[in-house]
């Protein structure tokens, strides 16, 4: 029997009028848009249905955004087809949702979770300047030596962020170093740099501030047992314990996103279905990336 996984997207991936298909065709998905109202504290349902592009991509909104909204086509998932998952796995935010629907974390605690990371990432993105960039078609070598250059000699503040696929990563630092870097890229042919528009450094050194503040969180965040297997960002293989996911998830604020090594074990491991959660088609293209053949859709309700 082929063996399938799951995927859970990451912020980016919110979109205008994200909640009405999810709404218009699951009833019961009104009682989750109040209950999330109620944890976050703003109307997060009107946003999700009616907000602006701009009002959507602020980190206070889109990570509660993406998380219900990915978690309410998984349930219509499983309400329409019945079978879950032998691996679960959420690039960076997609990571809890994946963890909800394995059903490590209940709905009221992934929510509340992913308010108070998203209300830690923005206190620590407004005291530094950050930016992110993403890197298309690297040349490994060239921008490996472009990177060193510009932490090492210069003394910018540059991280890895994500690393996505064989054709694309992530880079998250200063804003300053960031706008640097895309011209030095460019110009000695490492890469086609693409600047995000993101609030902040995330997955860098300059999320530090978030750490310990969301670990705390954690602890006092009940865990039920691990039921098949998760992947976890910050080492790319599945979870061994519950202990594990609250360290990872701290972690995983400063640490790269290892996306393409977690894709490459479950190649490895057999998987030949990949069935994305989320308001595009980011990870499933990410995935053609790596395997032009494989078979990855966004779930739309077919």
Same mark, same amino acid.
């Given at each position: 029997m082929s063996k399938k996984a799951f995927l859970f997207s990451g912020q980016g991936a919110q979109c205008a009028g994200? +909640?009405?298909p999810i709404l218009e065709r699951f009833p019961r998905a009104a009682a989750?848009?109040?209950e999330a109202d109620e944890i976050c504290g703003f109307p997060l349902s009107e946003l999700c249905k009616y907000g602006t592009e701009e009002e959507l991509k602020e980190t206070t909104v889109s990570q509660p955004a993406i998380l219900l909204c990915s978690y309410l086509w998984f349930l219509i998932y499983r309400e329409e087809h019945g079978r879950d998952a032998d691996y679960f796995a959420g690039h960076s935010l997609g990571e809890y949702s994946a963890l909800l629907s394995a059903g490590v974390l209940s709905f009221r605690d992934a929510l509340h979770l992913i308010v108070k990371r998203a209300a830690y990432m923005k206190r620590a993105a407004d005291k530094a300047r950050g930016s992110m960039m993403a890197v298309r078609n690297p040349e490994r070598e060239k921008l490996l030596s472009c &990177?060193?250059? +510009?932490?090492?000699r210069r003394g910018l503040c540059l991280d890895l962020a994500c690393l996505n696929s064989q054709k694309q990563l992530v880079l998250s630092g200063e804003e300053g170093a960031i706008r640097e870097m +895309? #011209?030095?890229?460019? +110009?000695? #042919?490492? #890469?086609?740099? &693409?600047?995000l528009r993101v609030s902040g450094a995330f997955h860098s050194r300059l999320m530090e501030g978030a750490v310990g503040a969301l670990g705390e969180c954690l602890e006092r965040t009940r865990l039920h047992p691990i039921r #098949?297997?998760?992947?976890?960002?910050?080492s790319g293989r599945p979870y061994r314990s519950l202990s594990e996911i609250r360290r990872s998830l701290r972690r995983q604020l400063i640490s790269p996103v290892h996306w393409r090594e977690s894709?490459?074990?479950?190649?490895r491991a057999g998987v030949s279905e990949f069935v994305e959660f989320g308001a595009r088609a980011t990870l499933s293209g990410m995935l053609r990336q790596e395997e032009a053949n494989c078979h990855a859709k966004l779930y739309r309700g077919e």
């Open positions: 994200m +909640a009405l989750y848009f109040e &990177i060193r250059h +510009a932490r090492y +895309a #011209g030095e890229i460019e +110009a000695s #042919g490492a #890469g086609e740099p &693409i600047l #098949g297997s998760i992947l976890s960002n910050v894709m490459r074990y479950l190649f």
